[in-house]
């Protein structure tokens, strides 16, 4: 069958630890033995699943689908989860690691939503900033070079996040124009993970649009209450949003918004 649609060689043949022998040691006899060519050229094994600890098996009942997991957590989390991990190593799936996980995918998506705020109103003078994009981008590839090391990888993102709004909370005045250029990196390196960095900021994984849109009107109405220096129920409406997972940041250039795990 890999024959048929992939040609008697090719470049990437993936599967789990556990299928090294004797199966996949069947297939190069089997083949380089019908065909005399290389089968494969690079084999990629990933290691063993566990569960809290223990192995995952069908005889001690604590196999988790996908189609399961996904009732509880976003698809998107569960790939940032497996991500962290090197796919050589052993993969420990709790619901405290996937929480974990889906606390720092946020911490992403917030940097970029800081980015895309600080958009609206940047110009063309300021600061074209300090930050090494090319040197951030060779440091990322050098990782996925490294043997697929993605959560080396992931641990670039999240120095990147780091120095971005380190940079966005200082007085630096940036230009629209380094602004993209850190939003068009996210979204290249998200890319090759098969994360769309920037449409999380607008529909969560899977929330409509219409979410940005409402907070917009939400946070415009309390602006237009503030300026009327109605406090307390400018508090109420934060205390409230706090209360269902969102978080209000009042700037001196505005209000923005975030989720909060």
Request: proline share 2%.
């Amino acid at each position: 069958m890999s024959m048929k649609y992939l040609g008697e060689t090719f470049d990437i043949h993936g599967g789990g630890i556990d299928n090294q022998f004797p199966h996949h040691e069947c297939e190069i006899a089997q083949s380089e033995c019908a065909t005399g060519k290389p089968f494969v050229r690079y084999w990629i094994h990933n290691n063993l699943v566990t569960v809290n600890g223990q192995k995952m098996s069908k005889s001690l009942g604590n196999v988790i689908l996908l189609k399961d997991a996904f009732k509880q957590w976003k698809p998107e989390v569960i790939r940032f989860f497996i991500l962290q991990s090197h796919y050589r190593s052993t993969l420990d799936f709790s619901s405290d690691a996937i929480d974990g996980a889906a606390k720092g995918l946020e911490r992403l998506v917030n940097t970029l939503r800081n980015v895309q705020e600080r958009l609206r109103t940047a110009g063309a003078d300021g600061n074209s900033g300090s930050i090494d994009l090319a040197k951030v981008k060779a440091d990322f590839l050098a990782a996925m070079d490294d043997d697929f090391n993605a959560s080396q990888a992931i641990a670039v993102l999240f120095d990147l996040s780091r120095d971005v709004n380190q940079t966005l909370s200082s007085s630096t005045s940036f230009t629209a124009n380094a602004l993209r250029q850190v939003l068009d990196l996210f979204v290249e390196l998200g890319n090759i993970l098969g994360l769309n960095l920037v449409d999380l900021t607008s529909s969560q994984g899977g929330r409509s649009n219409l979410d940005g849109q409402f907070m917009d009107l939400i946070i415009s109405l309390r602006q237009e209450i503030r300026a009327q220096k109605l406090w307390s129920l400018s508090d109420k409406i934060r205390d409230g949003l706090t209360k269902l997972g969102i978080a209000l940041e009042d700037k001196k250039d505005g209000t923005s918004w975030k989720r909060t795990p």
